[in-house]
């Protein structure tokens, strides 16, 4: 089946093009310094392309791509093409490089964890099943040759944004040297400059209860001049139990969610999805989040 | 624990990344932009057949980094239009003297008397700094000063806030003083004494200027119910002293007959020179998913007799799209009055201190508004916001009522 058309809009602003368009289950936008309406909708239409293609490739609520292929694969061996081998070979040096923190083996805890705020905590007997389908130690993974346990599933949501965000920034780039900026749902990557000399503005929501006296001030204002930048973490998913409050961060190594993670944590980094990465582990830290940052060097926001 | 803290991944991570995107990466430069949040507001506030207020407000906040914020604001007042003057409609025509003393106006039978002479601008500034003492400690330090033809105030406040138990609780204290000079046109009269009713006369004067002096203590907590509920209560206590009174308010003197009285059937008004009061606050906002509804009470009590209830309601509905809201509100203020508040005196039975002002009465006050809200790109907001407010007589002082409508329009945005 054909990608369903997504619809494209593009707005001119006072020195830039803005096209924007639904992907991924978030609002995408690609902003374009240029005058030229021809080449924003070009550009407009390169970034929905590659966004919807790299959705329909490696999204997990479809039923015709590899990895539906593979979470159905009941142990069986599955050959998988070069793309799809790149980033599990990445998922798998980010696994081994978090000492088992960042897994896209963990997706099935989603079966127990339902962050929609009502107060539903599993018990621990049936999160410790769940733990025996978590793990990318137990994958067979000889490239290109995958094969899960049978009941494993792998999910590659944590990356595929920051990723898309990534490989649309280089698609642009071989177009055209004006300063873009890629903003796919808050994950976002600026070419270059723009030709002030000063980069895009970015605001980072608060959580929401802190907004009501001062509504503006309450989301921090970034500029970006070049580079990625990913936000992680989402004040509006959690669970509360007996006083205490589960974010939607939950550590594959236990089942559990993390205790005293920020309720966002964004980083900046030379891509987008390094950002991403960068700003997942932070949140896995919990209360250590600053000092896992600090010690990395890189400039971040952190909102508790 | 898992991930040893003083270990750098860093430079790993970036090379896995450049591999698997083929050198899209780059040199990073973000860095956080520390804006101006600018709010300005225009408020029209019209009595019907009374005063018509214009007031634009600008207001400037930096973030200064770290927490720390300093803010400038700017209001001016334009005053025109006629107000209660305190004496009470009669049967005949009433003339009065205007408080200069130079001119008269005639009230017309069985109308409440107006003097239509009440035209005044004020200007008044505000700043305020806001710091970090520590981690969960800051001070907000402030200072006012307004000014207009007869009237000036100048004030200082300090606030404490601590945050405790991972800032779900927060406990705030606050001192503020201020110092208000009275300069009445046609200086001030003595009060209780006669109100000249002919142009040219003149009344008995107390001073050129008075003055009066307010201290207020502030007590509060706020406390976290859940990421969507807040809970807030304060306390506050304050004391006056000085001169408390209107120099332009007067009441009717009444003789046996219930007719003015021949001589001087007008008196200044005269209120104690000192005043302690006290109110409770307590508000709660919760959030539902993406609606607001922020409900609060006060009440109020003072040692010249006034006690009051404060409700207020508003609710902010999310429309379709996120970028726009409308939010109703509802107040309801009712008070008992002051016990020196009469509505007219008897002649021979002159207290110690009398008015006749209806805000010291027995009255109720009721508001009803909608505020339309639009959010404009990510760091502009407007708002518009119309009310319509009905101030009525409670008990048996049979002032008329008097209604208001009110229009704001306001723009904030970030620069």
């Not at chain 1, 830039?16 to 289950?25: E, L, S």
């Not at chain 2, 993406?290 to 429309?319: F, K, M, P």
């Not at chain 2, 508001?367 to 518009?384: I, P, S």
């Amino acid at each position: 089946m054909p990608p369903a058309a997504q619809a494209l809009q593009v707005e001119q602003h006072d020195d830039y093009f803005c096209c924007r368009f639904q992907a991924m289950a978030s609002p995408c936008e690609i902003l374009i310094e240029t005058a030229d309406r021809q080449l924003a909708g070009q550009l407009g239409q390169l970034a929905r392309d590659e966004a919807v293609r790299i959705e329909h490739k490696f999204s997990r609520y479809r039923d015709d791509n590899i990895v539906h292929q593979i979470n159905h694969s009941h142990g069986t061996m599955v050959e998988v093409d070069d793309e799809t081998a790149d980033l599990l070979d990445y998922a798998g040096f980010c696994y081994e490089l978090s000492e088992g923190l960042f897994d896209i083996s963990s997706g099935v805890l989603g079966q127990a964890w339902r962050f929609d705020g009502h107060t539903a905590v599993p018990d621990s007997a049936s999160i410790k099943q769940l733990l025996c389908y978590i793990g990318w130690d137990k994958v067979n993974w000889s490239r290109p040759w995958l094969a899960l346990n049978d009941g494993m599933q792998i999910d590659l949501g944590g990356i595929g944004k920051e990723y898309a965000v990534d490989r649309v920034a280089g698609l642009v780039q071989q177009q055209t040297d004006c300063s873009v900026l890629i903003n796919f749902g808050g994950d976002l990557y600026s070419s270059r400059a723009r030709q002030t000399g000063k980069g895009w503005h970015i605001g980072i929501e608060q959580p929401e209860y802190t907004q009501s006296n001062k509504p503006m001030l309450a989301n921090k204002l970034l500029e970006i001049s070049s580079g990625g930048l990913a936000t992680s973490g989402d004040a509006r998913r959690h669970i509360i139990k007996d006083g205490q409050r589960y974010g939607h961060i939950l550590n594959p190594l236990t089942g559990w969610p993390v205790v005293g993670a920020p309720c966002s944590v964004s980083v900046a980094a030379a891509s987008c999805t390094e950002a991403g990465i960068l700003a997942t582990l932070a949140m896995l830290q919990g209360e250590q989040a600053e000092a896992f940052l600090d010690t990395q060097q890189v400039p971040y926001w952190v909102v508790r | 624990m898992q991930l040893n803290k003083s270990k750098s991944i860093r430079q790993l991570l970036t090379a896995a990344t450049s591999t698997l995107l083929a050198g899209t990466a780059q040199h990073v430069m973000a860095e956080e932009k520390i804006p101006w949040q600018v709010d300005s507001a225009f408020l029209y506030y019209a009595e019907k057949d009374r005063v018509t207020v214009l007031e634009p407000v600008a207001a400037v906040r930096k973030d200064l980094g770290d927490d720390e914020f300093i803010g400038v604001r700017l209001v001016f007042d334009s005053m025109s239009g006629a107000s209660p003057n305190g004496a009470i409609p009669t049967d005949t025509a009433q003339t009065f003297t205007t408080p200069s003393g130079n001119s008269t106006f005639t009230t017309p039978a069985g109308e409440t008397p107006l003097d239509d002479s009440y035209q005044d601008v004020r200007a008044a500034l505000s700043g305020e700094w806001e710091t970090p003492l520590d981690e969960h400690l800051k001070t907000v330090i402030g200072a006012n000063y307004s000014t207009e033809r007869d009237y000036s105030s100048v004030g200082l406040s300090a606030n404490l806030a601590w945050d405790l138990n991972k800032r779900n609780t927060t406990l705030t204290t606050g001192i503020s003083m201020s110092h208000d000079q009275v300069s009445a046109v046609g200086y001030i009269p003595v009060g209780l004494t006669a109100v000249p009713t002919q142009s040219g006369v003149q009344k008995s004067l107390q001073s050129m200027e008075e003055s009066k002096d307010i201290k207020e203590l502030l007590f509060g907590i706020t406390q976290v119910i859940d990421p969507k509920t807040l809970l807030q209560f304060n306390i506050t206590l304050a004391d006056e002293q000085g001169y408390l009174t209107d120099p332009y308010k007067i009441l009717s003197v009444l003789d046996n007959n219930g007719q003015l009285r021949a001589n001087d059937p007008y008196i200044y008004e005269k209120r104690p020179d000192s005043r302690r009061r006290q109110a409770v606050y307590l508000k709660a906002n919760h959030q539902f998913n993406t609606d607001v509804v922020q409900a609060s009470y006060r009440y109020y009590q003072d040692d010249w007799g006034i006690s009051s209830h404060t409700l207020n309601l508003h609710y902010r509905y999310e429309l379709v799209g996120g970028r726009h809201y409308l939010q109703p509100h509802v107040r309801y203020y009712i008070q008992d009055k002051a016990d020196f508040y009469h509505y007219s005196l008897q002649d021979n039975n002159i207290p110690t201190y009398a008015s006749a002002d209806y805000r010291l009465g027995d009255m109720s006050t009721t508001t009803l508004g909608l505020k339309y809200g639009l959010v404009l790109g990510e760091f502009h907001e407007f708002g518009a916001r119309l009310e319509s407010m009905k101030q009525q007589a409670e008990g048996d002082a049979p002032f008329p009522d008097n209604t208001a409508i009110i229009f704001q329009l306001n723009y904030s945005f970030l620069y």
